[in-house]
Structure formats: C-alpha cells, structure tokens
C-alpha cells in the first residue's frame, strides 16, 4: 500500500504562486515514478506533470512554462511549483504514484492524495 498527502493548496490571487507538496508513505519501493494531475469542477482529471524516480521530468504541452515538478527522495515527497497563477488553473490538486513504461508514458496507479484544493481569484 501507499499513503500520499498533498497540501499547499490554497487561495491565491491571479499571477501569484503555490508549492504543492505529496508526502509518500508505505511501499513505494513498487513504483517509478510520481504525477501531478488535476480536477477543475465539471471537467475530466488531467495530468499536470511527472517525475521518475531518477528526476526525469515530463509535462503536457499544456503545462509547460509554469509549472515545475521536483522531488526529493529522502523526504519521500514530490513538489509541484506553480507560478504565474491564472483563474483557469483553478482546480483539486492531486498526487499519484505510477509509473513510466518503456515507451516512456506514465501510466497511474490506484494509489492517490485526498487532493488540495487551488483557488486562483482576485
């Protein structure tokens, strides 16, 4: 099993920045590789970046630019920098441990954060 626990979420007003932290736990040693995904209300989840267990990075065109994904190892705790906060990025933020398959796709597992909410509003 893996526990993860997201925080850092918040309100913050447009252009403004968020560090989103996920604390791993439990039997880890099964995955390669952590993802950032998110939920705003009434659409579908999307992933918003990953990071392997090496420090390999990977976002969706869509995310480039402003966010940034890191890790560190001895905390067992993945962050995501988010800057230049736009209300669109409104959102439940959530953390999944998976993996990276040989063609270089994450692929999620069962295992998720309870989420942190990010509000971004004047």
């Known amino acids: 099993q893996v526990q993860l626990v997201e925080s850092g979420g918040g309100l913050v007003q447009p252009g403004g920045s968020l560090r989103l932290s996920c604390a791993a736990s439990g039997s880890i040693f099964s995955i390669n590789a952590m993802g950032w995904y998110r939920q705003a209300q009434g659409k579908e989840r999307e992933l918003v970046a990953t990071i392997t267990n090496g420090g390999s990075t990977h976002y969706p065109d869509s995310m480039k630019g402003r966010f940034t994904v890191s890790r560190d190892n001895a905390k067992r705790a993945v962050y995501l920098q988010m800057n230049s906060l736009k209300p669109e990025d409104t959102a439940v933020y959530s953390c999944?441990?998976?993996?990276?398959?040989?063609?270089?796709?994450?692929?999620?597992?069962?295992?998720w954060g309870q989420g942190t909410q990010v509000t971004v509003s004047s």
């Open positions: 999944n441990a998976g993996y990276v398959s040989s063609a270089g796709n994450y692929i999620p597992s069962r295992f």
